[in-house]
């Protein structure tokens, strides 16, 4: 079996079966790297399947970032899809990888991503060559050429996109707009407006916990 290329952190599931429970994936966003995104861990179902992966690319602010860096900054990040295409090819890989390895064929698969990995989980859980039960783009943003270049979408995957009501580095805005895409390709979208900064709330992650269990067909736990 091919071994994954990206490094990663992995907690396994307590009181189900490992077959089928469900996978959760955190990609992190620029600057950091696979522990910053696990730390929150701890607060997800102790069911879930988590791994949380490391970008490719070394950051100019320390840490990783899931686009190829360039000088230019803004617009260059969402609008050129070269800066993720190879990113996308790598992580798609070792998902499969991991698929295989954690013989989660039949599990639920969510894709949670904040800031950069929320760009990313849009493009994996989008794509649809990963059969994605979940996405959850958090504080980020959905890269131009997905709208501007792409033919087809995975409309089978639900989402969840979240945002900080004060988010000092994105405006809620680029969520907003992501939703309002997302449905117009009949994909079920439900936003979820937290207050706070560009972070993620222990509200959100309790509300997105319950919304994982809930796709999962798992009872809730209470918010």
Known sequence: ????????????????????APLVVLLHGRGAEA????SIQGMLDSRFHVLAITAPYPSAIGGWEWFQPH??????EIGDANRFGEAEAKLTSDLEIHIERLKAKNSPLFLWGFSQGAAMALIIGLRGTIKTTGIVPMSGFLPSPIETRWKHWNTAVHALIAHGSNDE????????????????????TEYYEYKGPHK???NAIAYINNWILRLSGLEPISV
């Open 1 to 20: 079996m091919k071994e994954p290329t990206l490094p990663y952190l992995e907690r396994s599931p307590r009181g189900s079966s490992a077959d089928r």
């Open 35 to 38: 522990k910053t995104i696990f």
């Open 71 to 76: 000088a230019e900054t803004g617009d260059g």
């Open 169 to 188: 580095v994105l405006p809620p805005a680029s969520s907003r707009h992501t939703q309002a895409f997302l449905e117009s390709k009949g994909i079920p």
């Open 200 to 202: 993620m709330s222990l």
